[in-house]
């Protein structure tokens, strides 16, 4: 028998708007000024919003102050240990901004040769306005849940997994919390807690999630 639960998973997306902050960087020093002081709101943007639009490439460029660092600067040491930073492994905006400041900070140490852009590949702060919105889309139990998970849009599935750990203090995706709290199937949220959402795309994250929850159908139908 499959556990079925009053409280449904009920599906969002989301929307975002981008504005330019009006600030803008020509070389390292200059970007890491900014980047201790930059408000939640730029630091997702120049992170988070890579992983979406890109969510067909793997891997996905993993943010643009390493892009820009690499590409604009020619600095490939440095973009590369940025680079090599796993921005969803992070609870929060402010930890993950930390990491980026003491990336650059220990690079400057080193390394105090400015390196300027060229004229008109300043790097420009940017920051997002998100909002959440409600779908027709609701789940009692494994079998409704499939179902719904197979027709929400990518930002939807974008929304419950990279973002929920930002914005939970759980630090756990919107799936696993639901499987554990509502359903009691603690080894379903574990599974679902801890993908390597690097190494995939969103659409690849959708179809082992979806093979996951088949595989725990069968195990629960056939007792």
Not at 18 to 27: D, P, R, V
Not at 38 to 52: C, D, G, K, L, R
Not at 148 to 158: E, F
Not at 186 to 206: E, H, V
């Amino acid at each position: 028998m499959t556990p079925r639960t009053d409280q449904p998973f009920c599906f969002y997306t989301r929307l975002s708007l981008t504005f330019l902050t009006g600030i803008k960087a020509k070389n390292i020093q200059e970007l890491l000024d900014y980047l201790k002081i930059a408000p939640p709101s730029v630091i997702y943007q120049h992170t988070h919003h890579f992983m979406e639009e890109h969510n067909n490439l793997v891997p996905e460029p993993p943010n643009d102050f390493s892009w820009w660092i690499t590409h604009m600067l020619q600095d490939e040491i440095l973009g590369e240990r940025l680079a090599a930073i796993d921005t969803t492994q992070f609870k929060s905006l402010s930890n993950l901004q930390q990491a980026l400041v003491s990336c650059i900070e220990d690079h400057l140490k080193i390394n105090r040769v400015l390196r300027q852009s060229p004229d008109g590949k300043e790097f420009h702060f940017m920051r997002t306005l998100r909002f959440s919105v409600p779908t027709p889309y609701r789940a009692r139990d494994y079998s409704e849940f499939l179902e719904c998970l197979k027709k929400v849009s990518s930002s939807s599935l974008y929304l419950h997994i990279f973002e929920a750990k930002l914005r939970s203090s759980l630090g756990i995706n919107d799936f696993s919390h639901w499987f554990e709290t509502e359903l009691g199937e603690k080894s379903m949220a574990a599974l679902i807690a801890t993908p390597n959402l690097r190494s995939q795309t969103l659409n690849g994250l959708r179809l082992n999630i979806i093979g996951l929850v088949e595989k725990r159908i069968k195990e629960l139908t056939h007792v």
